[in-house]
């Protein structure tokens, strides 16, 4: 599947607002070079699943917002929505990658 980010139809838009939601999370170019569509992984005993363009478990409290990207960094994944570490929301979702089960990524 090719890179897209949801409600963002123009690829140069999306691609833009990709980059400014990671400078905003201050996640460098060459962090941001891997694009992550799909990760499953367990929190506090619990299997979770974020995926772009879907919802977070209610769990996260992050309602209807779709996830709009999830970033591979060092040991983590941070996990955007528009009120989970989007512009003026609340902090990202974190996903230590100790506790990753499976990552699927955009095609190159």
């Known amino acids: 599947m090719k890179f897209f980010m949801p409600g963002i139809t123009d690829s140069e838009e999306a691609e833009f607002f990709y980059q ?5 999370r201050r996640i ?3 962090e941001s070079q891997h694009r992550v569509r799909k990760l499953r992984w367990v929190h506090n005993g619990m299997k979770m699943l974020a995926e772009i363009g879907k ?3 209610p769990y996260f409290e992050s309602g209807d917002d779709p996830a709009l990207a999830i970033f ?5 994944y941070i996990i955007c929505t528009n009120s989970r570490g989007g512009p003026g ?3 990202a979702v974190f996903a230590g990658k100790s506790h990753a089960k499976s990552v699927k990524y955009f095609q190159a």
């Not at 400014?20 to 905003?24: H, P, S, T, V």
């Not at 591979?72 to 983590?76: P, W």
């Open 89 to 91: 929301g609340e902090p």
């Open 72 to 76: 591979e960094v060092d040991n983590c």
């Open 28 to 30: 460098t170019p060459e």
């Open 20 to 24: 400014e939601l990671a400078e905003n």
């Open 55 to 57: 919802p977070l478990d």
